[in-house]
Structure formats: structure tokens, C-alpha cells
């Protein structure tokens, strides 16, 4: 909470979805459970950038967030490697080596962009 945590309930229960299938993720990667669970992963990350996405940045609007246009540009760089990640995987399914660097990518960039981008969200709601 302390490290992740935007003072936004939604926000932050949206980020724990995230992190709890990136968890699964991970463990498919892991245990090598196939090119199913990564695809079904993948497809849940992707239907889940639009939904997450779009309200995060609704509430760095409406807060005047001064991360607002940071964090509606990495969006727009993570959906369009999201896209290209699953145009990899769906051609040709990825190779194992492939699937544990998209994990490492996907990890670094949760970690990275919610630590932050996303946390500014905290001093936005509460100067608003």
C-alpha cells in the first residue's frame, strides 16, 4: 500500500487485479504451463489496459494531475507493446526463452509505472 497505493480505492483494487494475474502469469511462465495460459494472460492483459486505463486517466483529469500526461503516454507505449507482444505469440507462439523475457518486461514495467506515475495520484486527490 505504502509503496503502490494511489489513495483511489478503484485504483488501487485494479492494481491488485493486475498484480494477482501477473502473478498467475508468472507461474505459467514458470512451470511452463503452456501457450494457453500465457495466451489467456496475455488476452487479460489486454482487455484489462482498456478498462484500467482509460479510468486511471479519467481520474488524473479530473484531479489535474500533473502526471496526467505521463501517464497517458506510457499507456500508450504499453498498449501498443502489448499489441506486438500478442501478434508474437499468436503467429508463432513464442518461445519459452521469449515468454520469461516478456514476464521480466511485464514485471518491470508494473512496478516501474504504478510505483511512479500512478502513486502521484495520492498528492493530486488530496490537493484537489
Sequence with gaps: EE???????????QHQEWLSRFREFD????????????????????????????YEEEQMKQTHCSAEAVNRAEHEAFRKRLAEIM???GQRGGSEIEAVQLKTELETWLNRHICTVDVQLRECKTSF
Excluded: N
Excluded at 509503496?3 to 483494487?13: L, S
Excluded at 495466451?39 to 478498462?51: C, D, V, W
Design 3 to 13: 509503496a503502490m497505493g494511489t489513495g483511489i480505492k478503484e485504483i488501487d483494487a
Design 27 to 54: 507461474l505459467a511462465v514458470t512451470r511452463q504451463k503452456g501457450k494457453e495460459a500465457l495466451s489467456r494472460a496475455l488476452f487479460f492483459f489486454l482487455r484489462y489496459t482498456e478498462t484500467h486505463f482509460a
Design 87 to 89: 501478434d508474437l505469440f
